[in-house]
Structures are given as structure tokens and as C-alpha cells.
């Protein structure tokens, strides 16, 4: 069944274990996907990436990904992942996108509190949940290139701040982890998700996470 992000993270949130949200493009995948998450009876979000959107086009993506959806055994979101702008937002959510992704990362904290807000009140009014990204995860992903001198952080105290200002439902973090493919090994601050998450009380979200060791995720989901 298609639900909200929120539903399948709030679960999670108080449960303590952590969703796998992946990448699709193609309606094989798709299926692999949703075939391995009933297999596990494990929810799961499908995300459409900048990538994804370009290459099948928002209106297939948003069909194949509300068909899985409606036809799986579990819990299935349909998600956009770093959102860009307000317009792509809202053309996913007409699209049938039950969680979106504004990635105001690019901003400064004032400017990416501004656009985050702006998207939430639209996205809220219609029953879907909102995920927005504060410091900078480096990497590559499709056409987002963050250098990783440039990558920087996620404050703690500026995350209060925002998640208190936006009431975003959930929350990319940067932690250390990277888009692409890692050239070492990454390293995780597993300090700094713990402030954070004792500060905050929201899911937490980790990108990136393909190509680090299965044991770092666990204890990062920890
Ligand atoms: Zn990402």
C-alpha cells in the first residue's frame, strides 16, 4: 500500500531500526525492490532521484512507482530525492509523490529555513511528508556535485533551530557519509548523530550510505 514517509519513519523513529530508501528508474528495479522488501516484510520508499526524473520522466517514475506501491504486501512510500526547487516539488506531489525531498542545502541556514517552509505548508495541506537536508553531504549524485573539501558538517544547534523553525518531518544529516562511489574508507561521526538525534526527537536521514560497511550503518542506526 502507498502511505507517507512519515508514517513508515515515525514507526521507525520509535521502534529504533532504520527504512532503505533506493533509487529507481526502470520498472525492473522497481520490482526487484518491492519483491525484496515483502520478501523481508520490510516497508521501503522508492525514490525517484534528478537522475531518474530525467531519464524516465516524472510521469512514469510517479505510474510505476503508485502501482508498485498500491499492489505491495508492505508499507511503500514514493518519494523525491533532493528535491531542487518549490516547482519540482509541487509537480511530484500532483504526480502522486507521497514524501518529497527540498534540498535547500545550498542555501545559507536563513534561505534554506525559507524554502523549506514554503514547501512544507503546500506539502502538509496535502498529506505529504517532507524531508529537507542542513550541512553538506559530499559527492556526486547524478547532476549534484559537492566538492568534498566542501562538504561540511551538520551543527547540532543549527539543526534544533531548523527542524524547530520548519517543522520538517525528517532530516538529512551530513556525518560523513558521501554520494558515489567512496575513493577510502568512510569514516562516520557517530557522536555527532547521537547529539543530534538527542536534540532533535525527528527520523534522521543517512544518504550516501551505499559502499560503507554494513557494520558502520548498523551502529550508525543504533
Ligand atoms: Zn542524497
Redesign the pocket.
Known sequence: MLVTGTEILQDAHKNNYAVGAFNVNNMEIVQAIIEAAEETNSPVILQA?QGGLKYAGVEYIAALGRLAAEKAKVPVALHL??GTDFDQVMLCIRHGFSSV?I?GSRFDLEGNIAITKKVIEVAHAVGVSVEA?LGK?GGT?DD?VVDEREATFTDPNEAKKFVDETDVDYL?IAVGTA?GVYKGEPKLDFDRIKTIKEKLNIPL?L??SSGVPKEAIEKAVS
Open positions: 532521484s530525492d533532493h525531498m534540498d537536508e553531504i549524485e549534484i538529512a554520494h536521514v544518504h550516501g
